[in-house]
């Protein structure tokens, strides 16, 4: 099976900006700004459309419950990866998402853990990613006036190539001037803690049940394309973005091409700065910055050509 592009489903939240429009001729001139961009995601609530080869039209996990084995392997339908572009005007509400049990037992959903890779962000952006306490009297007092955000923020300063992991149970934002791509694992349960006064409904007693006062983000920094610390200038260069349980996302930096295997796993591809080609013995895609592309589990060798950084992301299995 070729590797497989898709239609994305669009988000207009009052945050976004519109970085999302410009990156991909996008009218930029409608009443609501394109806030989020669900590129790759087989949950119901935002399942994409395929939209090349002969399965072009399907629902994502149509295709799946048809071609499982082809597409994601011996993997549970529940363990598609989600690709998510998302551009923050405003900073966005507080929240928190369910870990697995938590998820199955409160809304029959999956766990929801994430990571933001940084496409550009504003001088002086910032992020919320934890809690500057862990009393949970003072975070309920907070949430009863909507001063979590003021309050018991933990900020933490990104810039173009950071990488941020965001375990499902902490407290997180994207702020304000970001341009970001998720990846996150299945599920898609957020509870919401505080909207900066913008009135939307909070979930606060959900998320009181799921928050972990003591979990942090963490962050790793790549820079812009061919940076790196260690003074390694030989490309194709592979490193590790995040790994948990449910996805791992290396940063790759390419020169001319890069193969690998998928040994019986889809990937998924992100171009996230330059262009390039995916090409399995089955076909080729091409991606633009910003697009994604499923390389399916039964593909065989594949190769990425072209001058580009991008994001392979996978189940670690």
């Known amino acids: 099976m070729e590797p497989l592009k898709f239609s994305p489903t669009y988000v207009h939240p009052i945050w976004a900006g519109d970085a999302i429009a410009k990156a991909r001729g996008l009218p930029t001139d409608t009443e609501h700004n394109y806030g989020e961009a669900f590129d790759v995601s087989a949950h119901p609530d935002v399942c994409v459309t395929i939209a090349n080869g002969p399965l072009a039209g399907m ?80 975070l309920r007092a907070a949430a009863a006036d909507d001063s979590i955000g003021e309050r018991f923020g933990k900020r933490i300063a990104v810039s173009e190539g950071d990488f941020v992991f965001v375990p499902a149970g902490t407290m997180h934002a994207l702020g304000a001037g970001i341009f970001a791509v998720e990846v996150g694992s299945f599920g898609n349960r957020t509870y919401r803690m505080c909207d900066w006064g913008r009135g939307r409904e909070l979930h606060v007693d959900k998320a009181f049940e799921v928050v972990n006062t003591e979990s942090t983000a963490t962050v790793r920094h790549f820079g812009s394309y061919g940076h790196d610390e260690a003074g390694d200038a030989a490309l194709p260069r592979i490193r590790e973005g995040v790994r948990c349980g449910l996805f791992v996302s290396n940063v790759i930096d390419i020169d001319k091409d890069y193969e690998t295997e998928p040994d019986g796993v889809y990937h998924i591809i992100t171009c996230v700065q330059g262009s390039c080609t995916v090409e399995s013995p089955e076909g080729a895609v091409g991606l633009a910055c910003t697009e994604s592309a499923l390389v399916p589990a039964s593909a065989g060798r594949y190769t990425v050509r072209g001058t580009c950084r991008v994001l392979q992301s996978y189940h670690p299995r």
């Open 59 to 138: 629902h994502l996990d149509d295709a799946i419950s048809a071609h499982h084995d082809d597409i994601i392997g011996t993997l549970p339908d529940h363990d598609v990866i989600q690709i998510t572009f998302m551009d923050a005007r405003e900073t966005l509400s507080i929240q928190v998402h369910p870990n697995e049990e938590q998820a199955q037992r409160l809304d029959g959903d999956h766990e929801k853990t994430e990571s933001w890779y940084i496409l550009h962000a504003e001088p002086g952006a910032t992020l919320i990613g934890g809690s500057t306490t862990t009393d949970l009297d003072a």
